[in-house]
């Protein structure tokens, strides 16, 4: 009867064996040499690989984070050089971050110190002027109107940058209800009214349903729906139409506004959201720089999303929340 399982392993295992006893036993010169340069084949391989991986360390440990480790072959060596190809890649990654980090705070003392500076200066310089002239100089009334839209300039600028010092650092918490898109953005534009009048700009809204609810804090996305309207005031060509998309799907709900930039937009966008960033570089406008990056990080404490995007002079940006 015919060996099965394991007893036909073991038999299959003790012919071997003897096989390889035999064939020891006539060519044992030849079998020794055979295993001797298998091994040294194999010893020297394993050598080549360890000067590699060793090789490779002493690039990443000189700051070449973009050399990589070759390997052919399996084996705990390759598995070995892999993992510190993507140690190497994680190091450059922090790395370039931190020089990002490190140059966005300088920019941001910079034009921090900037945006006060200018204020301040027309303060100082027009409460000279009415200590000179005096309360009762026909030019009085006009000086007091500087200090009184410098003085605000400066109050805003403030509680801006206290805004964006609480949204970033992760203490609001927000207080999630079931919010009406529709009936929100037709509340925030009625506020509005005279200043859309005055902007002379004409407002399309469109959404897919009557009824869009979505799951977020309604004192959030009202600051940051209005963060993009006085974006939209400050940079929108006079006379031309914004349009405010509502729409949803089984999941999310989305509201987009565009619109068409009154002047070139030469910044990327994906630096529009960094603090005191502007569409004009020249830092000519009101605007603090901080109503998208506050916007941004409202929408992320609500576990949403703001995205934007631009095609040559038009601007878009998207707003997306859970569904409720």
Do not use: C, W
Request: glycine share 6%; charged share 25%.
């Amino acid at each position: 009867m015919a060996a099965s399982g394991p007893l036909m392993y073991k038999t299959i295992g003790a012919a071997i064996l003897v096989i390889i006893a035999s064939v020891y036993a006539a060519n044992k010169p030849l079998l020794v040499a055979g295993i001797l340069f298998i091994s040294t084949y194999i010893i020297y391989n394993k050598v080549t690989h360890f000067h590699k991986i060793q090789e490779g360390l002493q690039v990443a440990k000189n700051g070449d984070y973009d050399y990589k480790i070759r390997l052919e072959g399996k084996g705990e060596f390759r598995r070995l050089s892999e993992d510190i190809n993507e140690i190497t890649s994680g190091l450059k990654s922090a790395v370039e971050s931190e020089v990002r980090s490190e140059k966005l705070k300088t920019e941001l003392i910079t034009n921090v110190s900037h945006d006060i500076k200018t204020p301040l200066t027309s303060i100082i310089s027009y409460v000279d002027l009415l200590k000179r002239e005096g309360l009762d100089s026909n030019n009085a009334p006009k000086y007091l109107d500087v200090l009184e839209r410098k003085s605000n300039r400066l109050k805003n600028l403030t509680e801006d940058l206290f805004e964006a010092a609480k949204a970033t650092s992760g203490s609001i918490e927000p207080k999630f209800e079931r919010v009406h898109i529709n009936s929100l953005i037709e509340q925030l534009l009625g506020e509005l009214d005279e200043k859309i009048h005055e902007s002379n700009l004409i407002f399309k809204v469109s959404a897919t349903n009557e009824k869009v609810y979505a799951m977020a804090d309604g004192r959030l996305l009202s600051r940051v729906m209005e963060n993009l309207l006085s974006n939209i005031f400050k940079y929108t060509l006079k006379g031309s139409r914004v349009y405010i998309e509502i729409s949803e799907d089984e999941n999310n709900v989305s509201i987009s506004f565009k619109n068409i930039s009154a002047g070139e937009l030469n910044i990327p966008v994906n630096e529009l959201m960094e603090r005191f960033k502007r569409g004009d570089e020249s830092r000519s406008s009101e605007g603090s720089g901080l109503g998208l990056a506050i916007a941004k990080s409202l929408m992320e404490v609500q576990e949403g999303l703001l995205e934007l995007s631009i095609d040559g002079d038009l601007f878009k940006a998207e707003i997306r929340l859970s569904k409720f």
